[in-house]
């Protein structure tokens, strides 16, 4: 205890953790037999950084050498992961120091479910506890959006479904979660009570006015709708679990402010891809709405939180771009990996806004591309332009990227960059203590979240 900072950095280094004191050491350049170590700053990494590459090219392994610098430096990071082999991975590197900070959220863990509520507000400002309510709600629709697409998930369902979750946030005291969403508009006691409670005036207007005067017809044709929809959902016991706690096992603002380290691994395999996909999108939205209510600290008080998202386009919903274009003066940095620009849409969504792929080379300060195919390698020849060929960059090695970063604002010139493969200081026994205490701590017992939900669902066994 009472050791200085440099006592401390050196007892680091020698506990085999090494310090980059000018950022995060990402790889080397070589150039005529110069070896050249390229470090990666904190202040440009707040820019956002995006990473290309197909399976196999070294994609992964960069990325997971970054986020071990940031577990190592003490920084507090979250990595939401569709595979699990990454968060494994960053896990086993966790130094004994901050085995305490890590939280591991696996979804496949059915006998002690963390609670992830999407309509749970974390600011605590009124003022800003009404702009959360309204984000959260326009999120929530946003997700499903995304899942269930605009042809089935139209206007008008978008219109109940928004108004839903705000009646339920606006429940002071109980609050509540997607799961009871559909409740409200198949079981007219639960409407009446939970409709009591609302203040929001747009909100009492949509059921005093509005759904009052909905045809019996009509509302009898919502109810297979919310069900069909939603009941996967409620039906599946391991999401129900998780999405239908009203307390969610963590603050994520806490989590942010306190530099802790989350791991999310959203391994399809174990949880299925619709589920899986719900989760990471609640996670991206929950995140930014964490960051966004450090308006009520001043700026330099904002710790850097660094979030990792592999597949991203899996969780990106149309606001991606404001989360961009937003994050940076709440100190939320992005690091965004995929396999295929394909996957993030042409150059304009449906109703006008910027696509995920504008919003991403719009705002991304530094682009990396691991092998690619042809038809990217097109793409990204624009972006290297005049500097590199389709040849060049289709023919490159694996574990090596081309990058161009974003320094002080200013864009470098495209060159290339070997990564850095390192085993060290690998220790899977830890990973395994941490895995334990973290559901011990966040995770509740299975019986009481199912006799819980049970009782608020109406369920009766």
Same mark, same amino acid.
């Given at each position: 205890?009472?050791?200085?900072?440099?006592?401390?950095?050196?007892?680091?280094?020698?506990?085999?953790?090494?310090?980059?004191?000018?950022?995060?050491?990402?790889?080397?350049?070589?150039?005529?037999?110069?070896?050249?170590?390229?470090?990666?700053?904190?202040?440009?990494?707040?820019?956002?950084?995006?990473?290309?590459?197909?399976?196999?090219?070294?994609?992964?392994?960069?990325?997971?050498?970054?986020?071990?610098?940031?577990?190592?430096?003490?920084?507090?990071?979250?990595?939401?992961?569709?595979?699990?082999?990454?968060?494994?991975?960053?896990?086993?590197?966790?130094?004994?120091?901050?085995?305490?900070?890590?939280?591991?959220?696996?979804?496949?863990?059915?006998?002690?479910?963390?609670?992830?509520?999407?309509?749970?507000?974390?600011?605590?400002?009124?003022?800003?506890?009404?702009?959360?309510?309204?984000?959260?709600?326009?999120?929530?629709?946003?997700?499903?959006?995304? =899942?269930? &697409?605009?042809? !089935?998930?139209?206007?008008?369902? /978008?219109?109940?479904?928004?108004?839903?979750?705000?009646?339920? #946030? +606006?429940?002071?005291?109980?609050?509540?979660?997607?799961?009871?969403?559909?409740?409200?508009?198949?079981?007219?006691?639960?409407?009446?009570?939970?409709?009591?409670?609302?203040?929001?005036?747009?909100?009492?207007?949509?059921?005093?006015?509005?759904?009052?005067?909905?045809?019996?017809?009509?509302?009898?044709?919502?109810?297979?709708?919310?069900?069909?929809?939603?009941?996967?959902? =409620?039906? &599946?016991?391991? !999401?129900?679990?998780?999405?239908? /706690?009203?307390?969610?096992?963590?603050?994520?603002?806490?989590? #942010? +402010?306190?530099?802790?380290?989350?791991?999310?691994?959203?391994?399809?395999?174990?949880?299925?891809?619709?589920?899986?996909?719900?989760?990471?999108?609640?996670?991206?939205?929950?995140?930014?709405?964490?960051?966004?209510?450090?308006?009520?600290?001043?700026?330099?008080?904002?710790?850097?939180?660094?979030?990792?998202?592999?597949?991203?386009?899996?969780?990106?919903?149309?606001?991606?771009?404001?989360?961009?274009?937003?994050?940076?003066?709440?100190?939320?940095?992005?690091?965004?990996?995929?396999?295929?620009?394909?996957?993030?849409?042409?150059?304009?969504?449906?109703?006008?806004?910027?696509?995920?792929?504008?919003?991403?080379?719009?705002?991304?300060?530094?682009?990396?591309?691991?092998?690619?195919?042809?038809?990217?390698?097109?793409?990204?020849?624009?972006?290297?332009?005049?500097?590199?060929?389709?040849?060049?960059?289709?023919?490159?090695?694996?574990?090596?990227?081309?990058?161009?970063?974003?320094?002080?604002?200013?864009?470098?010139?495209?060159?290339?960059?070997?990564?850095?493969?390192?085993?060290?200081?690998?220790?899977?026994?830890?990973?395994?203590?941490?895995?334990?205490?973290?559901?011990?701590?966040?995770?509740?017992?299975?019986?009481?979240?199912?006799?819980?939900?049970?009782?608020?669902?109406?369920?009766?066994?």
């Amino acid at each position: 205890e009472g050791k200085t900072p440099k006592q401390e950095l050196q007892q680091r280094k020698i506990a085999g953790f090494p310090i980059f004191t000018d950022g995060v050491l990402m790889g080397w350049n070589e150039y005529r037999n110069n070896k050249t170590p390229i470090y990666f700053t904190r202040k440009d990494r707040g820019r956002h950084h995006y990473i290309i590459g197909k399976s196999g090219g070294g994609k992964s392994v960069f990325v997971g050498y970054m986020a071990r610098q940031d577990l190592w430096n003490g920084d507090g990071l979250c990595i939401i992961d569709p595979h699990g082999d990454l968060v494994e991975d960053v896990i086993a590197f966790t130094p004994k120091e901050r085995a305490k900070d890590v939280i591991i959220f696996n979804p496949a863990d059915h006998e002690r479910p963390m609670g992830l509520n999407m309509l749970e507000i974390i600011a605590t400002d009124p003022a800003l506890r009404a702009i959360e309510k309204d984000r959260a709600a326009l999120d929530a629709t946003s997700i499903f959006i995304k =899942i269930f &697409n605009e042809e !089935i998930f139209g206007p008008r369902i /978008q219109h109940y479904f928004r108004n839903g979750c705000l009646t339920l #946030m +606006d429940d002071e005291d109980e609050g509540g979660t997607l799961i009871d969403v559909p409740r409200l508009f198949v079981d007219d006691a639960f409407m009446k009570y939970k409709t009591s409670k609302v203040k929001n005036p747009v909100v009492k207007a949509f059921w005093e006015h509005e759904y009052a005067n909905t045809g019996d017809r009509e509302k009898q044709e919502m109810i297979p709708y919310f069900s069909s929809k939603f009941g996967p959902f =409620i039906t &599946n016991t391991t !999401i129900r679990n998780i999405i239908g /706690q009203p307390k969610s096992a963590f603050n994520l603002r806490r989590v #942010m +402010d306190d530099q802790k380290v989350l791991m999310v691994n959203l391994s399809k395999g174990m949880i299925g891809d619709l589920n899986a996909q719900l989760l990471g999108l609640i996670f991206v939205s929950k995140i930014n709405m964490a960051a966004m209510s450090r308006a009520d600290t001043p700026e330099e008080e904002r710790k850097d939180f660094f979030l990792y998202v592999d597949e991203f386009q899996n969780f990106a919903t149309d606001t991606f771009g404001e989360i961009l274009s937003e994050a940076r003066k709440y100190h939320l940095a992005l690091i965004m990996a995929h396999q295929y620009i394909a996957q993030i849409g042409g150059s304009k969504s449906k109703d006008g806004k910027p696509s995920i792929k504008d919003a991403v080379f719009g705002n991304a300060g530094t682009i990396m591309s691991f092998k690619v195919g042809a038809e990217d390698a097109e793409y990204l020849e624009k972006e290297y332009a005049p500097l590199l060929s389709q040849q060049d960059i289709i023919g490159i090695a694996n574990f090596t990227t081309y990058c161009k970063l974003n320094i002080d604002n200013a864009t470098t010139r495209p060159f290339d960059m070997k990564t850095i493969w390192d085993n060290h200081y690998k220790n899977p026994e830890v990973a395994k203590v941490i895995k334990e205490y973290s559901r011990k701590m966040y995770g509740r017992k299975k019986e009481y979240v199912d006799m819980e939900i049970e009782a608020r669902l109406g369920i009766v066994k």
